[in-house]
Each structure stands twice: as structure tokens, then as C-alpha cells.
């Protein structure tokens, strides 16, 4: 065990309490009520702002902000208080103990799979920069099984499709790093 997986381990750990003190259901409608929530104020901000007009004198330029946010908000505090509601249900069933252990599971999975793809692209700099040692890499316990997380999840994820999206070069002159993105 070296440096490297006391970083990874870290958010893991973080991620699986969080999970465990939220519970499942909470910790699926926070993703969902963001989701949920953006996808209905793009859809019914407009139809929303007709109601606003009607009822308030708002100034033109604040009525699709106005109406984008309050429909966000009703919309994440709707599938919040819906999941209070399941999470009371699972509790008084005397299910609570499960929801709490498939939040931890949620939430590990969850920061797995984000550190995945944060390792992925970093591989990606490091193989030009060499910023980290192969050594370092390969004697570290969690950085191979965290790294293999996102192309088990999304197939389609692959090394040479981030090198494709980022591509790094030194310039040996002045020791500068440039960055150019391209377009999957």
C-alpha cells in the first residue's frame, strides 16, 4: 500500500459513509431530483413563465431565469419529499437497516466510478508528462481495479477514445504543455 491508494481510498471511504447515513432511496432521489430537475425546467420553464406573468410584473429578462429555477426547485423538492415518504415506509417496515447498506453500496460504486474516470484521463496526461511512475502505479492496490470500474460500467469508454479527446505536447524549448480538445 503506498501514497496513491490512501488518495483513492479516502473519497471511497467518504463515499460509502455518506451512502450508509443517507440510505438508497435518498441517495437515488438526490441523482434523480437533479436529473428530473433540469430535464423539466428546460421542458415546462415556458409554460411556467406564462403563470408568472399572470400573477406577478416581472421584467422580461428575469422571467426564464425565474421560471427555469422555480420549476428546478419544485421539481427536486417533490422527488425529495417523495423519497422522505418511501424512506418512512421502509423504516416503519423494519427495512431501514437494508437501505442503509445498499447506500454505502451506491455511494462506493458511485465514487468508483467517478475516480475511474478521472484515473482514466489522467493516465492519458501522464503518459506524456510522467507525472506519475509506472512502478508507483503498479504496486498500488486500488489503482488497476478503481481504473477498470468505467469500462466495465460503459463499454464504450476506452484509453485511446480520451487520448483521441486530449492530446498533450511538450514543448521541449520552453517546457510549456499544450492542450488541445477535439471532439469525440
Known sequence: MNWLDLVLIIPLLWAGYRGFTKGLLI??????????GIVA???????V?????????IKPDW???IAFSCTFLLVVIGVHLFARL??????????GWANKLTGALFGLMKMGFI???????????????????????????LFKPVRAIAPIIL?????NR????????VNESKGWLKQRFHTW
Open 27 to 36: 441517495s437515488l432521489a438526490t441523482f434523480m431530483a437533479l436529473f428530473l
Open 41 to 47: 425546467a428546460i421542458r415546462l420553464s415556458d409554460f
Open 49 to 57: 413563465a406564462g403563470y408568472l406573468t399572470e400573477w406577478w410584473d
Open 63 to 65: 422571467l426564464n431565469l
Open 86 to 95: 418511501l424512506e418512512k415506509m421502509v423504516k416503519w417496515t423494519g427495512l
Open 115 to 141: 475516480l475511474s474516470l478521472l484515473l482514466m484521463c489522467f493516465q492519458t496526461v501522464n503518459s506524456a508528462t510522467k507525472l506519475l511512475d509506472e512502478d508507483l502505479q503498479s504496486q498500488s492496490l
Open 155 to 159: 463499454p464504450k469508454i476506452e484509453d
Open 162 to 169: 480520451i487520448s483521441d479527446m486530449i492530446h498533450w505536447d
